[in-house]
């Protein structure tokens, strides 16, 4: 059981530091791979979604490093090329979806996925998920009319904060609001924040020559923030999440107000966990420190590194240790048991929002049997 359990912090070891290598250019030791546990390191990337980010990594080392049988390899090359077919797909079907909504005289502004990926070393490395968007509330009727003359949508499908449809065969996400967060006060702010530079103070992205409408820096860097928190307390927080806020940190810092950041994250009570998270992104995935930012306490490493000993077990929407089902009340019950361990477990990260999910989920589960009906 010891053997094993050193194996697999091995194998986490070299997992970040392969991502380490291929994100911020830290240099790799062949020596530290030597007795490397490959089939670990590859189900770890599984969990954490970067297997992409893996391979390049793995192609920074001498090939005679690289024990691993032909046939698996191809395998692995096999889905990173498919990664790579996806990510393409998404980028077009952004531009269709800007396009289609533009003509209508809508405003929209994209969100997550591909418009972080653009920060990476290879954008097409990023393992894809949803397309997000969000458009004001009084226009998402018309959204929803719009996307369904694209691709489909399901008008029965609507959560808290966003529909769901499909265009080109990908899922897409139109939210009529940006957000959805537990603590009320927490909520209203963000709501205010969004409101605030909506559309009026939207930046842009270039998007294989297309100028993909995107939030401004320091908007953004919160929002980061608060999507990272929702994961914690809900389905898991993988590295992808937080490689995507390092690379945002690394190329934006110097774009963002400062002064109107902190008064964000004060707004939102997210201080605390934005430093855990920035010591994070510095501590285990090689960023530099941003000067803007000061050091972190003794303190603030130790909360970092139980975050990231949960990352690290959990992974990307539980893949590692429980993912969520919902075939009814017992699921809802496992789900909601999850939940307030996690809360109890991590409330040290933004103790407002793991209170009040505690609460929520109930009050959640509840209004999705009501508006059911």
Not at 68 to 81: C, D, E, F, V, Y
Not at 241 to 268: P, T
């Amino acid at each position: 059981m010891v053997a094993g359990t050193e194996t697999m912090n091995q194998s986490k070891d070299l997992l970040l530091k392969f991502l380490s290598a291929v994100l911020f250019g830290e240099k790799l030791d062949a020596s530290d791979f030597a007795e490397a546990d490959w089939k670990s390191i590859f189900q770890l990337a599984d969990e954490q979604t970067v297997s992409a980010l893996l391979l390049d990594g793995m192609s920074l080392l001498p090939s005679e490093c690289i024990t691993i049988p032909l046939g698996n390899k191809l395998k692995r090359i096999a889905t990173m090329q498919r990664i790579e077919q996806i990510n393409c797909l998404h980028r077009k079907v952004i531009v269709k979806i800007d396009q289609s909504l533009k003509s209508e005289g809508i405003p929209v502004v994209f969100m997550k996925g591909q418009t972080t990926a653009l920060r990476y070393p290879n954008p097409l490395h990023r393992t894809p998920g949803d397309i997000d968007f969000v458009v004001n509330p009084k226009d998402f009727k018309k959204t929803m009319e719009v996307l369904e003359k694209i691709g489909k949508v399901d008008h029965d499908l609507v959560h808290e904060h966003h529909g769901m449809a499909w265009v080109d065969g990908v899922t897409v996400e139109p939210h009529y609001k940006v957000h959805n967060y537990q603590c009320p006060s927490t909520d209203h702010a963000m709501q205010e924040m969004f409101a605030s530079v909506f559309p009026s103070e939207l930046s842009s992205a270039d998007m294989d020559g297309y100028a993909v409408p995107v939030f401004p820096p320091t908007f953004e860097s919160v929002f980061l923030i608060s999507h990272m928190v929702n994961h914690v307390y809900e389905e898991g927080l993988g590295v992808r999440q937080v490689i995507d806020y390092a690379m945002f940190l690394s190329s934006c810092a110097d774009k963002i107000d400062w002064l109107q950041h902190h008064e964000y994250l004060h707004q939102m009570r997210m201080e605390r966990a934005w430093r855990i998270f920035t010591c994070i992104c510095v501590d285990y995935l090689g960023m530099s420190l941003p000067s803007q930012v000061e050091p972190f306490s003794h303190q603030e490493k130790m909360w970092a590194a139980k975050m990231m000993t949960d990352i690290m077990r959990v992974g990307n929407f539980g893949r590692g240790e429980y993912v969520f089902h919902h075939r009814g009340f017992k699921d809802a019950f496992k789900n909601y048991c999850w939940v307030v361990k996690r809360c109890w477990t991590l409330g040290f990260v933004c103790p407002s929002e793991a209170r009040w999910w505690i609460i929520s989920k109930v009050k959640r589960f509840f209004w999705k049997k009501s508006f059911k009906k």
